[in-house]
């Protein structure tokens, strides 16, 4: 296999903070850009986030992916850095695992996969979905982001005028995935906004 064709993975990591259905919308969407392969983790915790926030069954949203992973597999490939991947997402992303990561605190799989992906260079996007934050969460951002990564809040797109839930939730996973670098048009592009004021 070909380097450029390993680089067509995309590890997907589901945590168990509230907004399961980012990360399930995630890997619906990857499924339709051409050759992306999908390697999931799937907490015990987001299991039951899944449960009790969505309407599908935990085997469904596996069967979304290419290959999964039970969250204790050190030895599974996504641990070492010579498996090479296009990057990886944490969504959603409790504090815990940010935190873990923000440490280099590698004790399952989701957050050595991070490491991992931090470590080589390659692309980390954690949706953080925590609200109200105070100073610890604030710093372990920051940390992370001085190590790399990208934290990529769940804020909503409104200029696109989204009438569903389906709506912000398909601007977000278009806009992560577009983040990781696989352009999409699962998002609304801002087209600028006619103010009828004359700038010459």
């Known amino acids: 296999m070909e380097p450029a064709e390993r680089a067509r993975r995309l590890v997907v990591g589901i945590s168990g903070a509230s907004g399961a259905r980012y990360g399930i919308r995630v890997l619906e969407l990857a499924r ?23 309407d599908y069954a935990v085997e469904a949203v596996i069967q979304l992916a290419d290959y999964v992973y039970h969250e204790n597999d050190l030895a599974a490939p996504l641990a070492s850095g010579s498996f090479e ?4 997402v944490v969504v959603p992303c409790s504090v815990k695992s940010l935190s873990a990561i ?7 799989l989701l957050t050595r996969a991070a490491d991992v992906t931090l470590k080589e260079g390659r692309p980390l996007v954690l949706v953080v979905r925590e609200t109200p934050l105070h100073r610890g969460h604030l710093r372990l951002m920051l940390d992370v982001a001085e190590m790399g990564g990208i934290i990529f ?13 389906e709506e912000i939730i398909d601007a977000t ?24 004021i004359d700038l010459k």
Do not use: C, K
């Open 32 to 54: 339709r850009i051409p050759d992306l392969e999908t390697h999931l983790i799937i907490t015990p915790a987001s299991r039951l986030t899944i449960a009790a926030e969505t």
């Open 85 to 88: 991947t296009a990057g990886m």
């Open 102 to 108: 923000a440490n280099s605190y590698a004790s399952t």
């Open 153 to 165: 809040p769940p804020a909503p797109a409104l200029y696109g005028r989204p009438e569903s839930v």
């Open 173 to 196: 996973a278009g806009r992560i995935l577009a983040r990781l670098g696989f352009s999409n048009t699962f998002y609304p592009e801002w087209q600028g906004l006619d103010t009828g």
